[in-house]
């Protein structure tokens, strides 16, 4: 490719050798002493350059190293290292992160040390594969087991717009109802738990308001069942009435009247619904100050701490009998429990295990009836503001009103009124108006 030749650089070097001595070996010599002494000197950078000829380099196998260079035969048939002024010697060629093996292999390329191919899933890569398939899978089975356990709620149209229906308020309402529906429980289980039998219709012993405000702890407040108010399209009459009469849509229409709160959200559930979600946690833990004694709800507990299966736990927020003040000591009773029950099924060591809470979960949803508009992680939200929450029962000015023949209870009404507008109107609660959850002594 060029006119000069190959080992143009050398022949300064040649002729001052050609003057020193004769022959292919001294001129080679020379050649080398050249070399070196301009390379020390920094002289020309060509005198650097690799001095093998065109022959020499084609003569060369491919492929192989500088360390294989140094003893290959050459041209002439010499073999030692490369003459002075070529490059300097180069290591091998390695892959990076690949150690060789004792036969220049490399591990799953059929050489190298055997055994080595299980570190590849140590690398990064295949980690983090492997740890993004296990989150798919868990994502994956955490909204399908939502969405089962969404499904097992059974939705009533409950909520409805009437006319004079109140406007929303600050904050979030629900109406929360225990009722004496025997559903789904045997003849066998009625005896068992006293419930009665052949009881027609369904009354609500329990009717709640819980209030979750925009900030600040939740607020529940217990409606006596025997609360003397109007229902719409009836008259006056005892509140649960309105559960009777018209189940729970008529219920939350007089609810939502009598109290001035919109309702956004219903929740119920009925006795045999209880006893299973009480079970499916593994009781409920309660220390009482005082024995309890009731033959009505087949009710024997002690004085002190200690754990309510479903059965106990039922006969407990139903007992009202060895109460002076009965139905006010019982919604208290019930307050108490249910902050229990919630704490529990909260807790750590069920959430935490999915053989309990599992099981739990689903028969929490498999009991509980909802408005259209209610899921499961709005109950979720609900279950954790149930325990702790602040506690208290509407105002009430005469607990033994008589009227038509029965045996009523009336509200205060301008303390009622005080007490729902401060939470229509996102108002810290007047103290005078909480009563909190007591325990009867003995």
């Known amino acids: 490719m060029t006119d000069w030749p190959d080992d143009w650089f050398r022949e300064a070097s040649q002729s001052g050798a050609s003057q020193r001595g004769s022959g292919p070996v001294a001129a080679e010599g020379a050649a080398g002493q050249g070399a070196g002494k301009l390379l020390n000197a920094g002289a020309e950078p060509t005198v650097q350059v690799n001095s093998r000829s065109a022959a020499q380099e084609a003569a060369q196998p491919r492929g192989q190293s500088e360390a294989e260079r140094a003893t290959t035969p050459g041209v002439a048939g010499q073999r030692g290292p490369v003459p002075g002024g070529a490059w300097p010697e180069q290591p091998a060629v390695r892959t990076p992160g690949r150690t060789p093996g004792p036969i220049g292999g490399y591990p799953g390329n059929g050489g190298g040390t055997p055994g080595l191919g299980w570190r590849r899933w140590l690398r990064p890569r295949p980690i983090m594969a492997a740890v993004a398939v296990l989150l798919s899978l868990l994502i994956i089975g955490s909204v399908s087991t939502y969405f089962y356990l969404d499904s097992k709620l059974t939705r009533k149209n409950i909520l409805v717009n009437y006319q004079g229906r109140p406007t ?163 919604i208290q009773d019930q307050r108490i429990f249910l902050g229990a029950l919630l704490r529990k099924l909260t807790s750590a060591g069920v959430l935490a295990n999915p053989f309990a809470a599992l099981p739990a979960a689903s028969d929490v949803a498999g009991s509980l009836t909802v408005d259209k508009s209610t899921h499961l992680f709005q109950l979720l939200k609900v279950a954790l503001a149930l325990r702790h929450p602040i506690t208290t029962t509407v105002p009430i000015s005469n607990p033994n009103y008589f009227v038509n023949g029965q045996d009523a209870l009336l509200w205060n009404h301008s303390a009622a009124v005080k007490l729902f507008g401060e939470l229509n109107n996102g108002q810290p609660i007047s103290k005078n108006l909480i009563t909190g959850s007591k325990q009867q002594a003995s």
């Open 168 to 330: 929303a308020g600050s904050g979030q309402n629900w109406l929360i109802t225990g009722s004496d529906s025997r559903q789904g429980l045997s003849l066998a289980q009625e005896r068992k738990l006293s419930t009665g039998r052949n009881v027609g219709g369904h009354r609500s012993d329990t009717i709640l308001v819980l209030h979750l405000p925009s900030k600040g702890r939740p607020v529940l407040i217990s409606l006596p069942r025997d609360s003397w108010v109007q229902i719409p399209g009836q008259g006056y009459n005892k509140i649960n009435a309105a559960y009777a009469i018209g189940g729970p849509k008529l219920l939350a229409e007089t609810v939502q009247n009598v109290t001035g709160l919109r309702i956004e959200h219903y929740m119920g559930i009925g006795f045999g619904g209880f006893v299973r979600v009480v079970n499916a946690v593994g009781g409920v833990r309660l220390c009482l100050k005082a024995p309890l004694v009731d033959p009505k709800a087949d009710l024997h507990l002690h004085k002190g701490c200690q754990v309510l299966n479903g059965a106990e736990s039922l006969g407990y927020v139903r007992s009202r009998e060895n109460f002076q003040t009965q139905d006010l000591q019982r």
